[in-house]
């Protein structure tokens, strides 16, 4: 019998060698006469594992990893096609406690299915959303999305059903949606996993929002770092045509939507929602003024739906298990559920999707394991380069907007980069003004000169000129920003700039009530 | 600009003119096929979408991503970001400088290099990053740099330089 091996085909897989194992198993499955079916299949998130390399058993899928092309003829020697231990073996995959811990809404299918197969996606739960939503009147369907609870997971955490409801008010002859995967925060990559992983399920949530809003053209903006993901998301929309999803009779319904994927160009500001606007109109990615908001005056001056590829995500199994089920997840004003990203110094990254509410504790050591050096954690980054430095007495502050709101943080897009006891905040202080520096997009003068400003003064600070006298000209320049900027690239480099001073006064050469006395 | 690259630009502008929103996709065309965006298709650009030429110069300049000069054979990108940071970029970076002799924009003297910085590959749970002519990396320690530029080497003289660059 034909043994299927699962290799995955994520780029953060490939990018430590699974095309090489998936090739050397599919070899000596062939000099060993052994029939082997080697299947790319998506990635589980359970990155630190990858190349994670699964076998199909009567008892389930037995995984081994992180593998490499050394490993694969001892692999067979042990028997793995079989299931067998072998010191790479974590056992069934399921019920590996990193996975068997998460709340899986979003990314049920991840690593499960072949991410190109429609009938995997259909057998697995796909499509049945999109039918619930074409049965149902577009107001109906927008009620649906409010009452879920959802709020984007972009990054302004915006409640979703609010913002379709107001295209499905606005009358206009064309109505767009658009999908924001420019996913430039550093330390996030659940977009990506999405479109590389799952892509169907954001083509999905995209046509549901179409059909529910009477939007009937819909753009995926995304990155030109993901290549990978625009092969994905490529060979998706094509299959998604072949069987019906997409074009002029969306599932037989008689309604029509089309997708079409446009390429960024390495500008972090075009993820700001009207500078990703003016950038798919083929312009420079100046931010806009607001109002209008792009839901009444959007694409091309259009009503335009514009959502996060993750809030995109979590909108067909809205429709599939309803509402209700949905907002069961969480606690207080966030709910559902949010895939978190475990990033930088930790042991065990990767994709933990759970309800709003876990801790970073949990997350960073329950899941995380630590530290990927073995040293002692000092800080976190929550939500991406804007967002604060957050110590380890707040690590136990459940993870929720208002909640982190509440201390100066930020939820973001779900990002966490781990920093062990070697981090020099000051330095992590002076690249979060060197990034605005380098990404504004030049409108406001507070952020276009005020970053280039900030970066100068925090070297003198570090240098220790006359450290009283900048500490006030930075916390002047952080003040003028919060309150000159357009647009939160200016409005919040001041939090991680002000977090890390706050907290680790030390690293600026500062005595612990961060005066300047110790210089 | 040779004949060759010109009847090039025209293709992708051709290709490309009708769309909503032209101007990004024709860009990306162009620089798919040579590399780069030639200064002299600057004016066949702003013909096709009837926009001045300034205003197409000001895009391209707008954007990290298009380069106006052709880069090396190979095209080595490194993630600056915080998470990378967080892991060893920087001590990447340090070898990279060291061993190509060349900052970021640059391009070793043979031609067969280029440096680039990006800001998060979405690899940031397999960091430190690299992308090497769109090939993504992960873990990427001093010594699989050393092998990187080394195998960049030893391609070229096997296929006497073929094109490298996406
Ligand atoms: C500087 C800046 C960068 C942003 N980058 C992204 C991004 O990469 N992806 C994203 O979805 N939202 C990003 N946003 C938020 C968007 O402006 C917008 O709120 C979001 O895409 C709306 O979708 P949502 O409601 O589903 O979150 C960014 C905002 C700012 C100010
Ligand atoms: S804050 Fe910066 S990025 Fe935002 S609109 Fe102003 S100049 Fe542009
Ligand atoms: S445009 Fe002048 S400060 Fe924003
Ligand atoms: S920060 Fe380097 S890959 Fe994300």
């Known amino acids: 019998m034909t043994v299927r091996i699962f290799v995955p085909r994520d780029s953060s897989a490939v990018s430590v060698g699974a095309d090489a194992v998936a090739k050397a198993i599919a070899d000596e499955a062939t000099r060993r006469a052994i029939p082997v079916a080697v299947i790319r299949n998506g990635s589980r998130g359970m990155l630190w594992l990858e190349p994670l390399v699964e076998v199909e058993t009567p008892a389930g899928r037995v995984g081994y990893g992180p593998v490499t092309v050394a490993d694969v003829p001892k692999l067979f020697d042990a028997g793995f096609d079989r299931g067998a231990p072998h010191p790479l073996c ?70 979703t059903g609010i913002k379709w409801k107001t295209v499905l008010d606005t009358a206009a002859d064309q109505k767009y949606v658009v999908c924001n995967a420019d996913e430039g925060d550093s330390g996030t990559f659940s977009d990506r996993m999405v479109m590389e992983d799952d892509p169907f399920v954001l083509i999905e949530g995209m046509a549901i929002a179409g059909i529910a809003t009477g939007a009937t053209v819909g753009y995926i903006y995304l990155r030109s770092e993901y290549p990978y993901a625009e092969r994905a998301l490529m060979a998706a929309i094509e299959t998604a045509r072949s069987v019906g999803v997409l074009g002029d009779d ?16 390495g500008a972090y500001i075009c993820g700001e929602e009207t500078s990703l606007l003016e950038s798919l109109e083929g312009k420079r990615g100046m931010v806009r003024f607001k109002p209008p908001v792009p839901a009444i005056s959007g694409l091309f001056g259009k009503p335009t739906v514009l959502n996060n590829v993750i809030t995109f995500a979590s909108i067909p199994i809205i429709f599939d298990r309803g509402a209700t089920f949905y907002r069961d997840y969480g606690r207080g004003r966030s709910r559902g559920t949010l895939p978190i990203q475990l990033a930088g110094n ?25 530290s990927a050096s073995g040293r002692p954690i000092r800080t976190v980054q929550v939500g991406g380069p ?64 005020g970053s280039t400003r900030g970066v100068e003064t925090i070297d003198r600070i570090i240098e220790g000129r006359d450290r009283g006298a900048q500490l006030a000209i930075l916390e002047d320049l952080c003040n003028t920003m919060l309150s000159g900027s357009l647009c939160a690239l200016g409005g919040m480099t001041p939090f991680p700039v002000m977090s890390a001073l706050k907290h680790f006064p030390q690293d600026f050469g500062l005595g612990p009530d961060g005066l300047a006395a110790a210089a | 600009m040779q004949e060759t690259q010109l009847q090039r630009v025209q293709e992708a502008v051709a290709r490309c003119r009708d769309l909503p929103g032209a101007l990004l996709p024709m860009l990306h065309a162009i620089q798919d096929d040579l590399g780069y965006v030639p200064p002299e298709a600057v004016p066949t650009i702003a013909k096709a979408l009837a926009l001045s030429r300034a205003e197409v110069h000001g895009v391209i300049s707008f954007y ?59 690899n940031c749970a397999c960091a430190p990053a ?29 296929v006497g330089v073929a094109g490298g660059a996406r």
Request: glycine share 12%; proline share 3%; charged share 20%.
């Open chain 1, 90 to 159: 974590i056992g069934p995959v399921d019920a590996y406690p990193w996975l068997a811990k998460q709340e899986r809404l979003c990314f049920a299918r991840a690593g499960v299915t072949d991410p190109l197969s429609w009938s995997e996606y259909v057998a697995h739960g796909g499509s049945r959303g999109l039918r619930a939503a074409l049965a149902m009147t577009g107001a109906d369907a927008v009620a649906a999305v409010t009452e879920s609870g959802l709020r984007g997971r972009g990054g302004a955490a915006f409640p």
């Open chain 1, 250 to 265: 969306v599932l037989g319904s008689g309604r029509r939507f089309e997708l079409h994927v446009r390429r960024g160009a």
């Open chain 1, 346 to 370: 930790i042991k065990q990254g990767g994709l933990v999707e759970k309800a709003f509410g876990v801790t970073l504790n949990e997350l960073l050591y329950d899941f995380g394991g630590g």
């Open chain 1, 386 to 449: 804007l967002g604060a430095y957050i110590p380890e007495s707040q690590f136990d502050v459940p993870l929720d907007y208002e909640a982190y709101a509440s201390i100066g943080a930020m939820v973001g897009h779900g990002g966490i980069v781990v920093f062990d006891d070697t981090v020099d905040m000051a330095r992590m202080a002076r690249y979060a003004m060197e990034f605005c520096a380098i990404e504004s997009c030049g409108k406001c003068t507070p952020c276009r000169i």
């Open chain 2, 64 to 122: 990290h991503h298009f380069r106006s000069a052709p880069p090396g054979r190979h095209v080595i990108q490194v993630c600056r970001a915080e998470a990378c940071q967080s892991i060893g970029a920087e001590r990447l970076v340090a070898r990279l400088r060291e061993r190509l002799g060349i900052d970021f924009h640059g391009t070793t003297a043979d031609g067969a290099v280029s440096l680039e910085a990006v800001y998060c590959l979405g």
């Open chain 2, 130 to 158: 690299v992308m090497v002519d769109g090939a993504l990396r992960g873990r990427v320690t001093e010594a699989v740099l050393d092998e990187i530029i080394d195998t960049a080497a030893l391609v070229d003289e096997h």
